[in-house]
């Protein structure tokens, strides 16, 4: 299937390299960052080993607050913020609601480096190369990724070209979509400017012959969601930040975890997200995976697991990191005959047992673009 453009060339303007904004955020794993830089996607880690980076906040509305601009200011796709904040109206939420802003994540698996977007998780990871005694980062955003019909590629690709207020090309397949829709585009390329919906930066993908970009939007309130042609869209302001930093023949894997596993300091630490299909649709999570995913992250070590709450928190798949395992010879383990008590808020009191590593094993969305 073929992206948002069938061919995208540059406005005569020229390639600016532009300013940086830098959105920084604490780091679980990493030294505190100036206060000033607080909501974000810049993370500093520790050492190359660290796989969990960010961290969850609480915070209160005010009266002229929607979820789709607090998933902006926070960095979140409006889909992350209104799935763990079910109760809650995303258009009139009301000033003083105490909300959930999930920002804790689990790096992807596999290389740390270039590019990665796993798209269950509608987040794109880069991992600059760090410079000789420099710091070690990761910077992350929330992405779009392909519609039903219209699936974003899999597998390891690369950056081939860099475009500054590209132009839009649209393919017969988009335009016969729109005048379906009752929403005809008009004949001819469609220039930069406000009209575009590639943004103002694009990067063109090796996958699909060139037909797949990373781009921008002119339509920010869907960002998170799956509504793309198969390319991956970002917020304005974030592709304008990335853009600057990717050399072409940066490597680009595209990945489908769902589920996502840390072992960090005696905890088993769960992720999960909901499931995408060779379609690009979201379907129930696969409970087996995580056990094969478990075995992977513990080895042989023995570990004590509320398995009724993993189950929970794999139907629930809103991407809050929960802890659902403790090693057996923590004292704060759960022992054969005592019922644990999981440092995570919300654990339902459960009957669990030890066991090793191989154990038993819509929400309201914004309007399309």
């Known amino acids: 299937?073929?992206?948002?453009?069938?061919?995208?060339?540059?406005?005569?303007?020229?390639?600016?390299?532009?300013?940086?904004?830098?959105?920084?955020?604490?780091?679980?794993?990493?030294?505190?960052?100036?206060?000033?830089?607080?909501?974000?996607?810049?993370?500093t880690l520790t050492s190359p080993d660290d796989i969990v980076v960010g961290e969850d906040q609480t915070i209160t509305t005010v009266y002229e607050d929607t979820l789709y601009d607090l998933a902006a200011k926070y960095s979140l796709g409006s889909e992350e913020i209104i799935r763990v904040n079910p109760n809650v109206d995303p258009w009139l939420p009301g000033a003083g609601k105490q909300l959930i802003v999930p920002g804790r994540h689990i790096l992807p698996p596999g290389p740390h480096e270039g590019i990665v977007v796993n798209l269950p998780e509608h987040r794109l990871y880069y991992y600059p190369k760090p410079k000789r005694g420099g710091p070690i980062q990761v910077i992350s955003y929330p992405v779009s990724i392909g519609k039903m019909d219209w699936r974003t590629p899999l597998g390891l690709?690369?950056?081939?070209?860099?475009?500054?207020?590209?132009?839009?090309?649209?393919?017969?397949?988009?335009?016969?979509?729109?005048?379906?829709?009752?929403?005809?585009?008009?004949?001819?390329?469609?220039?930069a400017g406000p009209n575009n919906p590639l943004g103002q930066y694009a990067m063109r993908l090796a996958a699909g012959n060139g037909t797949y970009l990373i781009h921008g939007t002119n339509n920010p309130i869907a960002v998170g969601l799956a509504v793309t042609h198969g390319c991956v869209r970002m917020y304005p302001v974030d592709v304008a930040a990335l853009f600057p930093l990717i050399p072409v023949g940066t490597p680009v894997r595209l990945i489908n975890e769902p589920i996502k596993i840390a072992w960090v300091d005696g905890?088993?630490?769960?992720?999960?997200?909901?499931?995408?299909?060779?379609?690009?649709?979201?379907?129930?999570?696969?409970?087996?995976?995580?056990?094969?995913?478990?075995?992977?992250?513990?080895?042989?070590?023995?570990?004590?697991?509320?398995?009724?709450?993993?189950?929970?928190?794999?139907?629930?798949?809103?991407?809050?990191?929960?802890?659902?395992?403790?090693?057996?010879?923590?004292?704060?383990?759960?022992?054969?005959?005592?019922?644990?008590?999981?440092?995570?808020?919300?654990?339902?009191?459960?009957?669990?047992?030890?066991?090793?590593?191989?154990?038993?094993?819509?929400?309201?969305?914004?309007?399309?673009?």
């Open 1 to 43: 299937m073929n992206c948002d453009n069938k061919t995208v060339t540059s406005e005569p303007k020229g390639t600016s390299s532009g300013s940086v904004p830098h959105r920084a955020a604490t780091c679980g794993v990493a030294a505190l960052v100036a206060a000033t830089l607080a909501h974000a996607t810049v993370y």
């Open 157 to 191: 690709t690369h950056v081939t070209q860099k475009i500054k207020d590209p132009v839009w090309y649209p393919p017969e397949s988009v335009r016969k979509e729109h005048a379906e829709a009752g929403d005809p585009l008009p004949p001819g390329p469609v220039k």
């Open 267 to 369: 905890e088993l630490l769960l992720e999960a997200h909901p499931p995408v299909d060779a379609q690009g649709q979201s379907f129930e999570p696969d409970l087996e995976q995580f056990s094969e995913l478990l075995q992977k992250a513990v080895g042989d070590t023995t570990v004590a697991i509320n398995w009724d709450y993993a189950r929970e928190v794999l139907q629930k798949a809103d991407g809050v990191i929960a802890t659902v395992g403790l090693e057996a010879d923590n004292p704060d383990a759960p022992s054969d005959d005592a019922t644990p008590s999981m440092p995570t808020p919300a654990t339902p009191p459960v009957t669990t047992s030890s066991t090793t590593a191989t154990g038993d094993t819509t929400t309201p969305t914004p309007p399309a673009p």
